[in-house]
């Protein structure tokens, strides 16, 4: 994207994502910028957010709740996301080479080259977990 005019409502949405370790939904994100850019629109946001993604400096997480949420964290992690209330947290583990290992090994048997990989983990958050006695 040689070229790309600079953007102080992208400029917002890209600080925001990367200042908070919530996984925020577009709407959660536009409500977020509105306070210090009132006039921006949802489209704005969403155009932003979907550039973000493609230029690799924000990662979109699918959901169980069929929203697209995001997250300003792009190094190799992983996600848990809650099937009771939805909610998406990171998982902070050192396992970098590993994934480096499994896409290697995946690579072998896959005609192309994958540079990449989305790992999720589901279940139950320490709340839900409370609030139903899950153990």
């Known amino acids: ?3 790309l005019k600079y953007s102080r409502q992208r400029e917002a949405v890209k600080n925001y994502l ?17 306070e210090e850019y009132p006039n921006i ?3 704005t946001v969403y155009r932003n957010l ?12 699918p959901s169980m709740d069929g929203c697209d949420h995001f997250d300003g964290d792009t190094s190799a992690h992983y996600h848990f996301i809650c099937t009771e209330c939805g909610r ?8 970098e080479e590993e994934l480096s290992r499994i896409n290697r090994e995946v690579n072998r048997g896959f005609d192309g080259y ?8 589901y279940g139950h958050c320490q709340d839900c977990m409370a609030k139903s006695k899950i153990s």
């Open 41 to 43: 629109s949802l489209g």
């Open 50 to 61: 979907s550039l973000l993604v493609e230029l690799g400096e924000v990662v979109k997480v």
């Open 1 to 3: 994207m040689a070229g």
């Open 88 to 95: 998406i947290s990171d998982i902070d583990t050192n396992l």
């Open 114 to 121: 994958i540079n990449g990989s989305a790992i999720h983990f």
């Open 18 to 34: 990367m200042s908070t370790k919530e996984h925020p939904t577009a709407d959660m994100v536009y409500n977020k910028i509105r």
